[in-house]
């Protein structure tokens, strides 16, 4: 079976500080990846989605940036966090050709 | 700019009774439809996927889409106090083999035993 797994969990971080966070997805080859903002209040926001190791589109104009170094591996990353980049990050994977999304745990992150 | 809207409640039954949760969709040319549930500071959970007009039985879950009103949702039979949290539509607008999915903002359901 599949499993996916953020970490860390929860994250509190001065501003203008970076950030690093990862996501890896276990039982499957050459997943689609992808990471979600869900802000207080707000709906899920698409921020990247990687088709295939290397393979990034980003979606949202941000100080955010994504990687995939390895095929089951995604990274979300920044120089400098804003207050405005606090909310709850949500790694999600689907099978290649798949509609269906499946999301990691999640990592709650606080800029302070 | 595609857009998916859900009545954001809260939607407030009775242990027992017929949940029923909807959803519009503004993107003629989706094709796949998805109902998640979200507990409280948890991540969404998918419970229903939808891809053809009519209706689709699950437990005690049913999905209905008719995509000529562009409209979907979500009945949940014999409603339960588990069944308490946020149901989230979601509808694939992405393109070839990017499924891009675009949430709404979720409908907060309690079911009251």
């Known amino acids: 079976s599949q499993t996916i797994h953020q970490w860390p969990a929860t994250l509190v971080q001065p501003v203008g500080s970076p950030l690093s966070l990862e996501c890896t997805v276990e039982g499957t080859s050459n997943p689609n990846l992808y990471w979600y903002r869900q802000a207080a209040g707000r709906g899920l926001q698409l921020l990247f989605y990687?088709?295939?190791?290397?393979?990034i589109s980003s979606e949202v104009p941000q100080n955010l940036s994504a990687s995939r170094p390895q095929d089951r591996q995604f990274i979300l990353s920044s120089k400098k966090l804003l207050l405005s980049d606090s909310g709850f990050y949500l790694c999600?994977?689907?099978?290649?050709?798949?509609?269906?999304?499946?999301f990691g745990p999640g990592t709650r992150l606080t800029v302070l | 700019q595609k857009e998916v809207e859900q009545n954001s409640g809260p939607l407030s039954v009775p242990e027992g009774a017929i949940a029923s949760l909807n959803c519009t969709y503004s993107?003629?040319?989706?094709?796949?439809f998805f109902w998640y549930r979200q507990y409280s500071g948890k991540s969404p959970e998918l419970i229903m996927s939808?891809?053809?007009?009519g209706d689709k039985e699950d437990g005690r879950f049913t999905a209905q889409l008719n995509k000529a009103s562009q409209y979907v949702s979500l009945l949940i039979r014999d409603s339960q106090p588990s069944d308490s949290a946020t149901h989230l539509c979601a509808v694939n607008t992405g393109g070839g083999s990017n499924y891009k999915l675009t949430f709404g903002k979720g409908t907060l359901l309690t079911v009251n035993p």
């Open positions: 993107d003629r040319g989706s094709q796949s």
């Open positions: 939808i891809y053809s007009n």
């Open positions: 990687s088709v295939g190791i290397g393979q």
């Open positions: 999600a994977w689907s099978r290649t050709g798949g509609s269906e999304q499946f």
